[in-house]
Every structure is written in structure tokens, then in C-alpha cells.
């Protein structure tokens, strides 16, 4: 059978225009990408997810084993951990109810990255836009820090080299920066060949460069002739572009920006940005939402109030963008259970720890250390329906269903798991 | 189950009950009859002494949707100082000016409340703002869909389309979001900020479009009565917040040319030029003018002191009023070639010259409006204070000693500018009970809820009377929702999820091939993923769609 209008959720751009073929007899969990696919796409739908049985201290067991003796290890834990919440908007929600009846902290497996974005919204804020307003109305698309496409392999076919916008422009006018990096640029290339300005950088020095940048911006004058080994000149070039632009799009991946208190920088971008607004049209675009990580910060704040690094441990929701993450909470030791969950991909195991783990998720899971226990689930967007929010943190869209599974949804675990605790 | 309410004083507005001691009867969450004597009454609630209304009605308040929570991750600080931790039957949260779902709901019962309306469900945003209403527990929910600023509905309006072809494009937008009405929010001047305007009066051209918010009020006015939609046209006009903003409210109410229109926080358009700071009330003539016209009502979005958080959907009013929140935070977005957001956080401060003159102004709207079934009691939460302020502003309404009080202790420069201090007028219960609930049933087009009638939803409200008004509103001594006893002695005794309330007028579907088009060739979702079904509102047992009738498609006006 051919499925249109599929939603991908192996990146973060959930593109919703793909075809899918489902099983043959000989295969019957097989699918392929016949439409629209990318190199992320293909390895999401065609990878197998054949059930595998719930483990129990490296044991097969029973899906009541398994869950009975995961509440006893968050019964008797002080400072459990939910970690990973690699799931969709249902799932994370269960996630949400137990965390709340275990006194559990919460976080995400990417919360290192998106959590600089987020320090910057709770802390001076940003103007931002969203996919289909790129698509129809960017003029100077600044890239900082990444190629975008080995992460959002579509963006620049679906967001910049479209054929036709609302507002009749022609897209292959479209000027391309990249800025800091040493990024595959091919991706920039205008469909007549024109190729994309590159000023390179070392990534770790793009918090000066960023200064610089925004300092021209604010129209400020710079002593220095070069910063990072960029001509001010070059910079200066760059800040008259943006503000002549009639609808600029800065756009980086916090992912990428992997140095201490990158947050700052993502503020100087976005700063930056509201500067040239006072004059012209100018918007971030911060791409991410990989591994449900939107969904995870989307219905935490609603259910809790806060985003990621949340702990329930004293009854009310308490944040702490520093002390309550996965990393921290491990190595001291303060987290004393982990319940992990991964129900995308095989490829986000558990980090190997001494604290009691539960493993859930795919049932291919490449488990580095065998967990207390382990319960398989069924994935969402291929064998069960879910809704996903976009990286823009806007739009979300409904994932499908392709193939039957006869394993369980997370949420359904989750809640069973819940069932066995009281609230304290 | 059949529940017996013995001997309150009941305030029913739909059925003219003004404080008459009587008895009412539920059964399976429905208000009935008398009973015959011989049927068995399950529960009895002995009520003598106590005043009994409907439950009330929140017909503005922003609950769900992507800006609230773009507002509840900027404010932690906000939610440190109101945690809520968990109970046997409540789940933790927290509260205040952007409160968690959960919280939101449990208040807005605690309150008396049994429905809440999110106004402003930006189309390609509604499956959120369904999901965040699907997690807040008990009350009732519902929203507005936004239009106006949409490439869509501009493209048609500057294509000349007749108004067949936006009426169904209309009804298509209610069906895809589910909504129980539609918005529009300083018509066409989102979409006019994306091409770099910062201000759009309202016979000014959208400059891309060379369309002006004039046409685009009148053509949603005319599409909202002619799809039978009984909600009107919901407004938030242009020029939000500017000095001599008056004028534009004013001619608003001239260009629905008598199709019936909802002005919403009224209070953030009703200012004048006039005085030494250029800022005066435009709230007499405001008034005068909803006296006047029999097809306007109004919401007030009275502001309150204290911290709260602006979010709106018009992102170019955020963005020129950015520099005067608190603390200095804001977001504003582009959102889809369909609408905008803004969010900024706001402390109104009572010796601040401005603030205190549109907490006056407010004041002085909903005292000089004369008819209540037309001006309804909002702080269009959380824009001008969070909603748990409302049993405060109704005593701000009820007593006028304290109101005048109150008025001594603002800028003194702002009293001298306001006729508050010698209004007179006290709002009755009768009053306060048709504001905020028969008339607010009335105006969303809620036929069964909002009244103590056979047949009404038995969503019932019972306070203790007490001179304190304020007092008396923040703590009921009983809520039922839908029959069931939700709430005793201000504090809820049982979690229940309300519907979700949408109406689904008839229109041409073969409108969905052209949309459906439209979107291959310009958006990066297909149409079909736009559409939030049933399913995605009810999952996991959160309530469900009550369906409101459309009065069919009214006479064609040409
Ligand atoms: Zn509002």
C-alpha cells in the first residue's frame, strides 16, 4: 500500500510530504520512502522495529514483571530521573502525570543545546519566525555555525529554493551567508550556479565575531581590522546587507554552538536581530526540535510551567537550568533512578551509570550496559498515531500510523507504571 | 443521580429570576423540572441564605495556545512565587499570570467558573492551543479562530472575491480549528508589519494587499452573520494602546455598518489626545457610542495593578510597545503567512500616570455602559491582570466606597483626568450575574449553559452572600460542573474534563480543492495536517466536542 502526506519526525523541519510503501508479505514491518524522502527520512521509516521482549535484570520478562519492578525502583527512589523524553505530545504527556506522582525530575536528551535558547527567552527574550513565512519571504538568509543541511536535510529545497512564493518573488535572488565554520556550503548554491558568501571561522570564536557583528549593526565603530581571522571590513559589508534586507533570517543551530555559555552568543544573534527591526524586517530562526525535543519543552511548560530541568521532588514544579540537568544529576549522584526513554531510534541508549536504570523505547535499543529493566514500546509516527511540534515551536503535526505493532505505546506503559505509585 | 438545591436565592437573568428564593433540581448533569414528589432526590443541598447563580462564564481569556506558553516559559521567576503543589486529587503547577493548565483550571473552578474561551486560535497554531485546553481540567473550553492578517482571506479580498467564496473559506477555518468563533486582530496589520509597517489605521491600505482593515472588519462581519455563526465578529481593533485610538474604535463600530460585532478589552482603545501628557479617556464617548448602537457589544480588559504578562496576537502593537514592559523581556513572532504573536511582560503601577488612567478608564467603561447583556467582565487575562483577580474588579463594580477609595490612591494626575470619582452606579448581583453569565452565554451562542432553566447544563454556582463582594467571589461554597459537586468551600473536591465547545456551519466543500492547492504550492504543511479532528481534542478521555447549532446560512445582504 502507497501512504501520501506522510509527517517525518527524523528531523526537526517534520516535513509532511512524503509517500511511504508499506509492507509486502515477504517483509511485513518493512517500509520505504518512495516520495520527498532525505538521508534522515530513510533510516527512520525503512529501519526495522521487530518486537522484542521486556527484560528484567537481563531476564525476559512479562510486561507486569517489568513494570511492577519498575515501580519498586521508583518507590524506593529519592531523586528520580525522567530522562531522554524522546517521544511525542501523547507520550511526553504521560510523562508529565508520572513525573508529578513520583516527585520526578525532568529533562531532556538534548536539553545541553536547546537549553542556551531557552536561557535566552527566560532572560532578555527574541523575535523569531516560522518555516512557511522563510519560505515566502526571505531576501538574505544568514547561516551561523552550521551547512543546516546534515541536520535538517530538506531545508534548503523546501525554505529557500522553492519555486513560487505568495509574494512573487524570485527565489533564485536569494542571497546565502554562511557565517563561522567551515560548512559544505553546495546546499547555498542558487539554482543558476551562483554561489553563497562564506566567512569562515573557528565556531569557538564566534562569540567575538557575533560581538563584532552586532556592534556594526548598532553602528558602532570597531578599532580592530579583523576578528577571527574575518576582515572587519567584510563584517562591515555584512551588517549594511542585513540592514538593507527587507526580510533578513539569521538562523543557527544551538546544537552547534558547543562552547561555554553559548547562551550568550545566541543572545548577541538575537539581540542583533531585534536591533535591525527598528528599522527593516529581520527574524531568528533557531533550528532544532530533534528527537521530540519540542515536544518535550512544549508540554512541560504547560503542564508544569517550566521547560526542561524541572523536578517535582518537593510536590510543586521547581526549575533549575543548571542543577537539574541529566549530566549534573548523574555524576554527583543526587539522582538515585533513571527511567530513560527513547521510542524513535535505536541510537540513544542510556549513558552506562551505576544509578538503577529502566530503559524505554525502541525495541532495537543499543543498550551499552544492560538496564534493570528494559521495555520495548512501539514507535511513534510508523506504528502508532501521535502529534509532533515543529523546530518553529508553531506548527505541530499529526504523526501516522503505518504498520501494525503489538507493542505498547509509552504512554500506556508510563500509565501502568503510575498506577503502582502513590502520591507522597 | 438527582441533586436537589433547596431554598437559595437564585439569580437566573435568562429567565428574569431576580433573587428569588426557589429550588432546583439536576438529574444526569441536566437541570429539570420539579420532580414528582414520589421520585426519590439522591442529594439534597440545603441552600437557604445562599445566593445561587449559573456558573460563570470567562467568554475572553488566554488559556491555550502557543503565545501563553511562550509567556509561561519566559516567566519563571512569575512561578516561583506561586507554587502548587499536588494532592490526593489536584496535580502540582503553578500559578499566576501564565499558570500551568492544570492550575488554570482548578482556579478558574475554585472561582465559580465552568468555561473559559481562548480568543485568539491562530489557524495553523489550534491544534496546540486544543492540546493546552485539553489539559486544563473541569471548566468548559472553546475558542476563536483567527482571521484577518492571513495571506488567504487577503488574497481573496484583494482578488475581489464575492462573498460566497469567503464565507465558505470562513466556515472552513472554523471546521479546521474547531472553533466557536472567529477573530480577527488589528485587521491586516500583522501581515502589514511582515512588510515593514508599523502602523495601519483603519482606512490605510495593507501595502502589499492594497487592502485596508475597514474591508476586511466588514467582509469577516458579514461572513460570521451570513454562516448563522452566533458569535459575532470578534474584534481587537487597530492601533492598540495609542493615544487618539478613540477615533479608530469609534468609526470601527460606524464600518461594521449593523452587522453585529464584538469590541474586545475595549478598555486598550478607548484613549484620547487630550490634557498636558496627550493622554486622556475616550471612555464617555465610547460608551455613549455601545449605548447607542444595538449591534456592538464589548468585553472591558480592565487592567489591575501588579505584575502580569501580555500576549497577543498582534505582533506589530507588541513590538512598538515593547520598550515599556517589565521586566525588559519580550518575544515576537511571524507565524506562518497567517497571523503573529507578541509577548511582553507588564507591571501596571497605580502612581504611574498611564496605567492609573486605563485602570480609570476601564472603571468608568463598564459603569457608563448602561446595558449589561452587552459589556462583559474581562481583564483579558492575562493582558491586563491574571484572572484571578476577578472577584476583586466585581467589588471594584459592587462598592462604590471601596471603588472611590481605591480611585484616591491612584496618580493623582491621572484622577484629575477621570470622571470615576463621581460615578455613582453600583453593579446589582442581578447585574454581575448576566455579565458573566447570561450574557455571556448569549454572546458565545452557548444555548444550554449560562442559565438555571429545564434543560441547561447543571453547571451551578452557590456563594455566601456577604457585603464583601470580593470575598464572597473568590470562594464558593459549591460548584457542580455538568451535575457533579466539583468544588466545596472554595477548594475542588473532584477532577472532571469539560467539552469542548465549536460550531460547524455548512458551507461548499469543493472550496477545499482550491485550499488545498493553495497550500501544496505555498506553505511547507499540507492542508490536511491543518485540521485538528476529534480525536485530538478528546484522546486520552480529556472531555469532548459539543457541536453548537449555526441558525443555517441568513438571508444573502448582497
Ligand atoms: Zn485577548
Not at chain 1, 170 to 190: F, Q
Not at chain 1, 313 to 326: G, N, V
Request: aromatic residues 6%; hydrophobic residues 40%.
Amino acid at each position: 500500500m502507497v501512504i501520501e502526506n506522510v509527517t517525518c519526525p527524523a528531523c526537526g523541519l517534520l516535513c509532511d510530504d512524503l509517500t511511504i510503501e508499506t509492507a509486502t508479505d515477504s517483509a511485513k514491518d518493512k517500509l520505504s520512502v518512495v516520495k520527498n524522502g532525505c538521508h534522515k527520512s530513510v533510516v527512520f521509516f525503512s529501519r526495522s522495529a521487530s518486537p522484542t521482549s521486556p527484560r528484567v535484570d537481563g531476564k525476559p520478562a512479562t510486561m507486569a514483571q517489568a513494570i511492577t519492578r519498575s515501580g519498586e525502583i521508583l518507590r524506593q527512589a529519592q531523586m528520580p530521573l525522567l530522562g531522554a523524553l524522546a517521544t511525542e505530545v501523547q507520550g511526553m504527556r504521560a510523562v508529565m502525570s508520572l513525573a508529578d506522582k513520583a516527585g520526578a525530575t525532568v529533562d531532556h536528551m538534548n536539553s545541553n543545546n536547546f537549553m542556551r535558547n531557552v536561557q535566552v527567552v527566560q532572560n532578555s527574550g527574541w523575535q523569531t519566525t516560522t518555516l512557511t513565512e522563510v519560505r515566502n519571504r526571505v531576501d538574505l538568509l544568514l547561516v551561523i555555525g552550521t551547512d543546516i543541511v546534515s541536520t535538517f536535510p530538506r531545508f534548503f529545497e523546501r525554505q529557500i529554493w522553492n519555486g513560487e512564493t505568495m509574494f512573487g518573488q524570485d527565489t533564485s535572488k536569494r542571497e546565502i551567508v554562511y557565517l563561522g565554520g567551515d560548512p559544505d556550503t553546495t546546499a547555498g548554491v542558487a539554482p543558476d550556479g551562483r554561489k553563497p558568501d562564506v566567512l569562515p571561522c573557528a565556531i569557538v570564536q564566534l562569540p567575538e565575531v557575533i560581538a563584532v557583528l552586532r556592534a556594526l549593526v548598532l553602528g558602532k565603530r570597531v578599532v580592530a581590522h579583523e576578528v577571527a581571522g574575518i576582515a572587519v571590513a567584510d563584517l562591515e559589508k555584512l551588517a549594511a546587507r542585513l540592514k538593507a534586507a527587507r526580510y533578513s533570517v539569521v538562523t543557527w543551530a544551538a546544537a552547534t554552538l558547543d562552547f561555554e555559555h553559548a547562551e550568550l552568543t545566541v543572545q548577541n544573534i538575537v539581540e542583533l536581530v531585534k536591533t535591525l527591526n527598528s528599522t527593516t524586517r529581520s527574524s531568528g530562526l533557531p533550528l532544532g526540535g530533534m528527537d521530540g525535543e519540542m515536544n518535550a519543552n512544549q508540554v512541560a511548560t504547560w503542564t508544569s510551567g517550566y521547560p526542561m530541568r524541572s523536578s517535582y521532588a518537593r510536590s510543586w514544579p521547581e526549575h533549575d537550568a543548571y542543577h537539574l540537568s541529566t549530566d549534573v544529576l548523574l555524576q554527583s549522584g543526587e539522582t538515585d533512578a533513571l527511567l530513560w526513554v527513547s521510542t524513535f531510534n535505536p541510537d540513544a541508549p542510556p549513558p552506562v551509570t551505576q544509578t538503577p536504570t529502566i530503559a524505554i523505547g525502541h525495541p532495537q535499543m543499543k543498550l551499552q550496559r544492560e538496564p534493570e529493566v528494559f521495555i520495548p514500546v512501539s514507535v511513534p509516527g510508523i506504528d502508532h498515531q501521535g502529534i509532533a511540534f515543529r523546530m518553529d515551536n508553531v506548527v505541530s503535526l499529526p504523526l501516522y500510523q503505518l504498520r501494525e505493532s503489538t507493542l505498547p505505546r509509552l504512554g500506556e506503559v508510563l500509565g501502568e507504571i503510575e498506577k503502582t505509585l502513590k502520591t507522597n | 443521580m438527582l441533586i436537589k438545591l433547596t431554598g437559595g436565592r437564585v439569580y437566573d437573568p435568562a429567565h428574569g429570576i431576580d433573587g428569588k428564593v426557589m429550588d432546583i433540581y439536576a438529574r444526569d448533569g441536566r437541570i429539570v423540572a420539579k420532580p414528582k414528589d414520589t421520585e426519590r432526590i439522591d442529594q439534597e443541598y440545603q441552600l437557604a441564605g445562599k445566593v445561587v447563580m449559573a456558573g460563570a462564564i470567562d467568554m475572553h481569556t488566554h488559556i491555550g495556545g502557543g503565545k501563553v506558553n511562550i509567556a509561561r516559559m519566559m516567566l519563571p521567576e512569575d512561578h516561583r512565587g506561586d507554587p502548587v503543589g499536588h494532592s490526593e486529587l489536584c496535580r502540582a503547577g503553578c500559578g499566576h499570570a501564565a499558570p500551568s493548565t492544570l492550575t488554570t483550571g482548578y482556579r478558574y473552578a475554585e472561582m465559580g467558573y465552568t468555561a473559559g474561551f481562548e480568543p485568539a486560535v491562530l489557524p495553523m497554531n489550534a491544534r496546540q492551543a486544543h492540546l493546552e485546553m485539553g489539559d486544563v481540567p473541569i471548566i468548559d473550553k472553546g475558542g476563536y479562530a483567527m482571521l484577518g492578517s492571513d495571506d488567504m482571506l487577503l488574497r481573496m479580498l484583494a482578488a475581489k472575491k464575492d462573498q460566497n467564496a469567503i464565507n465558505d473559506y470562513v466556515a472552513w477555518t472554523l471546521h479546521a480549528s474547531q472553533a466557536m468563533g472567529i477573530k480577527v486582530v488589528n485587521p491586516g496589520g500583522i501581515s502589514a508589519f511582515k512588510f515593514n509597517q508599523r502602523m495601519l489605521d483603519l482606512d490605510e491600505n495593507n501595502s502589499y494587499y492594497q487592502v485596508t482593515p475597514r474591508e476586511v472588519l466588514k467582509t469577516l462581519a458579514r461572513a460570521v452573520y451570513e454562516l448563522g455563526v452566533p458569535h459575532p465578529l470578534h474584534i481587537h481593533g487597530n492601533n492598540l494602546g495609542v493615544p487618539g485610538n478613540v477615533e479608530t474604535t469609534l468609526n470601527t463600530m460606524l464600518g461594521a455598518e449593523g452587522y453585529p460585532i464584538h469590541l474586545t478589552h475595549i478598555q486598550f482603545h478607548s484613549y484620547g489626545t487630550e490634557g498636558d501628557r496627550k493622554f486622556s479617556s475616550g471612555a464617555a464617548r465610547i460608551a455613549e457610542a455601545i449605548n447607542q448602537r444595538k449591534n456592538v457589544s464589548a468585553d472591558v480588559g480592565q487592567i489591575l495593578f501588579g505584575q502580569t504578562v501580555t500576549a497577543s496576537g498582534d505582533n506589530m502593537a507588541q513590538f512598538r510597545n515593547h520598550a515599556a514592559g517589565s521586566p525588559k523581556k519580550w518575544v515576537v513572532m511571524d507565524i506562518e503567512c497567517d497571523a503573529g504573536c507578541g509577548v511582553v511582560p507588564f507591571k501596571y503601577k497605580d502612581k504611574n500616570f498611564v496605567n492609573a488612567l486605563q485602570w480609570a478608564i476601564g472603571l468608568e467603561i463598564f459603569l457608563l455602559v448602561e446595558d449589561p447583556w452587552r459589556i462583559f467582565l474581562t481583564t483579558d487575562h492575562p493582558n491586563g491582570a491574571p484572572f484571578t483577580s476577578y472577584p476583586h474588579l466585581i467589588r471594584l463594580l459592587m462598592d462604590k466606597t471601596f471603588r472611590k477609595e481605591a480611585f484616591s490612591r491612584i496618580s493623582p494626575d491621572a484622577q484629575a483626568m477621570s470622571t470615576l470619582g463621581s460615578i455613582e452606579r453600583e453593579y446589582t448581583l442581578y447585574e454581575i450575574a448576566i455579565m458573566t453569565r447570561a450574557g455571556a452565554a448569549k454572546l458565545v451562542g452557548l444555548h444550554d449553559r449560562g442559565h438555571l432553566g429545564a434543560g441547561a447544563a447543571a453547571d451551578i454556582t452557590v456563594y455566601t452572600d456577604d457585603a464583601d463582594r470580593e470575598k464572597m467571589f473568590t470562594k464558593p461554597d459549591h460548584v457542580f460542573k455538568d451535575g457533579q459537586l466539583v468544588v466545596k468551600d472554595g477548594s475542588v473536591v473532584k477532577v472532571t474534563w469539560g467539552a469542548t465547545h465549536v460550531v460547524k456551519p455548512e458551507f461548499d466543500r469543493g472550496i477545499e480543492k482550491d485550499i488545498a492547492k493553495y497550500f501544496d504550492a505555498y506553505h511547507t504543511v499540507r492542508m490536511e495536517h491543518v485540521k485538528v479532528t476529534d480525536q485530538h481534542i478528546a484522546d486520552d478521555g480529556r472531555g469532548h466536542v459539543q457541536v453548537h447549532e449555526c441558525k443555517g446560512r441568513r438571508e444573502k445582504t448582497t
